[in-house]
């Protein structure tokens, strides 16, 4: 970290990292483990931080090999936001459960690991059962905590998940495109004070109608991912500003939503008749009503 912080500021964050571990009533491990990865994230410059983010995405894997007895052994290798996700679906789904098969109300009879693994495969059932379904339900309920302030770009800081991963704030961003933000007020020692409303930025009527407006599915060029696979994307994002409607989304696959929030790529509503029948794609009786199939239109110039 030497080089990259402030000598002044890594001396004051490294004595109150050590005071917070000292004493019965210090951090536990966990926690203290957590509180090191957020202050390493505030310590260095906005562009390390989420060029290191963007090297651990690329090289997320998954690999296929021989197991024991005849059977298959599956690799991940994640960074911290593809663990938060995982985790978030699979936990939910790998309870302990009664035991259905005896009939008796036995507990689950199956391992930890066990349980985990059938979690995942009904997930991937779910997905591929209907993979161009229209969505039924609210996505994976992963939770991260981070300062409005920073969502908003006003100053630095990052997002922290139930289990103590540490997610930058551009990845924050990108995930608050489609989700529900649930505002909280904090006091000073962490307790919550008081909750509002959550609220799904998109609801299933948005996403429903941006699925039949954005056929192909995800809206960047040359990409084929179908409308199943995408998420909804705020051309300007809520936290500067941008309104939730129709006209201020577009559908982008995990991939490009990336992309697009690495590289700031900006965006537009046109419709098919744009500049044809007259100023600012009216009609030619100047009413000024669009006409012709909406589309998206991409600007790939970073920054745009």
């Given at each position: ?49 989420e060029h290191d983010a963007a090297v651990r995405r690329a090289h997320r894997s998954l690999v296929k090999g021989r197991g024991p007895v005849g059977m298959w ?41 066990a349980r985990r693994v059938d979690a995942l495969l009904d997930l991937v059932t779910r997905a591929v059962g ?175």
């Amino acid at each position: 970290m030497r080089g990259l912080a402030d000598p002044g500021v890594l001396g004051e964050v490294t004595a109150t990292l050590v005071d917070a571990a000292r004493g019965p009533a210090g951090l536990e491990e966990r926690q203290l483990a957590a509180a090191v990865r957020h202050a390493g994230q505030l310590l260095r410059p906005d562009r390390v931080v989420e060029h290191d983010a963007a090297v651990r995405r690329a090289h997320r894997s998954l690999v296929k090999g021989r197991g024991p007895v005849g059977m298959w052994r599956y690799t991940p290798v994640l960074d911290d936001e593809g663990a938060a996700i995982v985790d978030a679906a699979v936990d939910a789904l790998a309870k302990p459960a009664r035991d259905a098969d005896t009939g008796t109300g036995e507990r689950d009879p199956r391992t930890p690991a066990a349980r985990r693994v059938d979690a995942l495969l009904d997930l991937v059932t779910r997905a591929v059962g209907a993979p161009e379904g229209v969505p039924r339900q609210a996505k994976t309920a992963l939770v991260v905590t981070i300062p409005l302030q920073v969502l908003e770009g006003r100053c630095r800081g990052a997002g922290t998940t139930r289990t103590g991963e540490v997610l930058t704030a551009g990845t924050v961003r990108r995930l608050a495109c489609d989700a529900q933000v649930v505002p909280v007020v904090l006091g000073t020692a962490g307790e919550v004070l008081d909750q509002g409303r959550g609220r799904r930025l998109f609801d299933r009527a948005q996403v429903r109608h941006l699925w039949l407006r954005d056929r192909g599915g995800c809206t960047f060029p040359g990409c084929t991912r179908p409308a199943g696979w995408t998420d909804a994307h705020h051309l300007v994002h809520w936290a500067d500003g941008g309104p939730t409607s129709i006209d201020n989304a577009a559908l982008l696959c995990r991939a490009h939503h990336s992309t697009v929030h690495t590289h700031r790529y900006s965006a537009r509503i046109t419709h098919d008749n744009d500049g044809d029948d007259g100023e600012n794609g009216e009609n030619g009786d100047g009413s000024g009503t669009r006409t012709g199939r909406p589309r998206v239109e991409w600007d790939l110039n970073p920054g745009s």
